[in-house]
C-alpha cells in the first residue's frame, strides 16, 4: 500500500518560517486536491492548502499570503512553505492524497 511521510515540522517563534515536506512513496495518480491539512487542539482537521485542476493552488483564507504550496515531480514530494507564522497556526499538518492514507502528521508549535 502506498504511504507518505510528513517532515519539516518543530518549535518555531512568532513571525517566524518553517518549511513542510511530504514525501509519497509513488507518484500521485493527478495533483488534484492533494495537499495540506492541519489539526489545531481541540479543532477539527481543515484544509490548509491544495492543488486544483491544472496544480493550481488553493489556500485557506488563514493560510493566504503566508503560505505557499509546491511539488517536485522528480522526487515525489510536496511542500507548505510556512512565513510570519503565529501561534494561531500551532497544529498538527497532514499531508493529503486521495488514494493513500493519513500519515502521522508533523507537528508545529509557534510560540514565543
Known amino acids: 500500500q502506498a504511504q507518505l511521510a510528513e517532515s519539516g515540522g518543530g518549535l518555531v517563534q512568532p513571525g517566524g518560517s518553517l518549511r513542510l515536506s511530504c514525501t509519497f512513496s509513488?507518484?500521485?495518480?493527478?495533483?488534484?486536491?492533494v495537499g495540506w491539512y492541519r489539526q489545531r487542539p481541540e479543532k477539527e482537521r481543515e484544509l490548509v492548502a491544495m492543488?486544483?485542476?491544472?496544480?493550481?493552488?488553493s489556500y485557506a483564507e488563514s493560510a493566504k499570503g503566508r503560505f505557499t504550496i509546491s511539488k517536485d515531480d522528480s522526487k515525489n514530494t510536496i511542500y507548505l512553505e510556512m512565513n510570519n507564522l503565529q501561534p494561531e497556526d500551532t497544529a498538527v499538518y497532514y499531508c493529503?492524497?486521495?488514494?493513500?492514507?493519513w500519515g502521522q502528521g508533523t507537528q508545529v508549535t509557534v510560540s514565543s
Open positions: 492543488f486544483l485542476s491544472g496544480d493550481k493552488p
Open positions: 509513488r507518484p500521485p495518480f493527478d495533483y488534484f486536491a
Open positions: 493529503y492524497e486521495p488514494s493513500i492514507p
